[in-house]
């Protein structure tokens, strides 16, 4: 079995800053690219940021400059530093990861539960 857990989810004033965390655990045998999402009420779900194995970033054209996404593969967690957080970045964020298990080396997708982002004006 295995679970992505995200964290650090909460109420921010804009122009403030969290930081999410996702861990990965399970059988793991490789993880491969992770990445954010984030679904807003009403909104279709948009890809925030993407991380690979090798550390390779992109982003979103609306948090570029503002987001930046990071990965320790020793504790198979994958990090959003979130900052300037205006009110537009509401939503739900999701973690996602590409990930082979133990005895097979097909990868496959996993998702988080989510975390709520809000952000007051």
């Known amino acids: 079995q295995v679970q992505l857990v995200e964290s650090g989810g909460g109420l921010v004033q804009a122009g403030g800053s969290l930081r999410l965390s996702c861990a990965a655990s399970?059988?793991?045998?490789?993880?491969?690219?992770m990445a954010w999402y984030r679904q807003a009420p009403g909104k279709q779900r948009e890809l925030v940021a993407t991380?690979?194995?090798?550390?390779?970033?992109n982003y979103a054209d609306s948090v570029k400059g503002r987001f930046t996404i990071s990965r320790d593969n020793a504790k198979n967690t994958v990090y959003l530093q979130m900052s300037s957080l205006t009110p537009e970045d509401t939503a739900v964020y999701l973690c996602?990861?590409?990930?082979?298990?133990?005895?097979?080396?097909?990868?496959?997708?996993?998702w988080g539960q989510g975390t709520q982002v809000t952000v007051s004006s």
């Open positions: 991380i690979t194995s090798g550390n390779s970033t």
């Open positions: 996602n990861a590409r990930l082979s298990r133990y005895g097979s080396s097909m990868f496959n997708t996993y």
């Open positions: 399970g059988s793991i045998r490789s993880l491969g690219t």
